[in-house]
């Protein structure tokens, strides 16, 4: 099912790698451009809880980790759950500490939500 939502249309499907690194430059580009643009509103929660009382090599530090956790994930990775719906399926996991779920939807680029109460 997977495959069959991460691209719109009809056509071959992707290979499962392909999917993966949808996937993975989804949370690559949400770490870089919501997370730590201080300009995207969207990550201001993130930024006022777990960025602001951190020194700037600390910043650095959780960004890296980030970074490196979103560059390696993959749908198949132990701790990653899925959740299907007849509209989408969904990975909930752990992006470093923080709980991330992926999201697949036929026609649209995977979206990636956190929670971190």
Known sequence: MLESLATPGPGPQPSDEEVSARGRAALEAFVQDV?????N?????????F??????SARDFLRAELLAAASSWSPE????E???RPEAVSF??????????????????????????
Do not use: C, M, Y
């Not at 960025?51 to 700037?56: G, I, Q, V």
């Open 35 to 39: 997370l730590f643009n201080p300009s």
């Open 41 to 49: 509103r969207d990550g201001s929660r993130f930024r006022g809880e």
């Open 51 to 56: 960025l602001a009382w951190r020194d700037p």
């Open 77 to 80: 990775a132990p701790g990653w």
């Open 82 to 84: 899925r959740h299907e």
């Open 92 to 117: 909930s996991g752990h992006i470093g500490e923080l709980k991330t779920t992926v999201t697949f939807q036929r026609g649209a680029e995977p979206r990636i939500d956190l929670d971190f109460d």
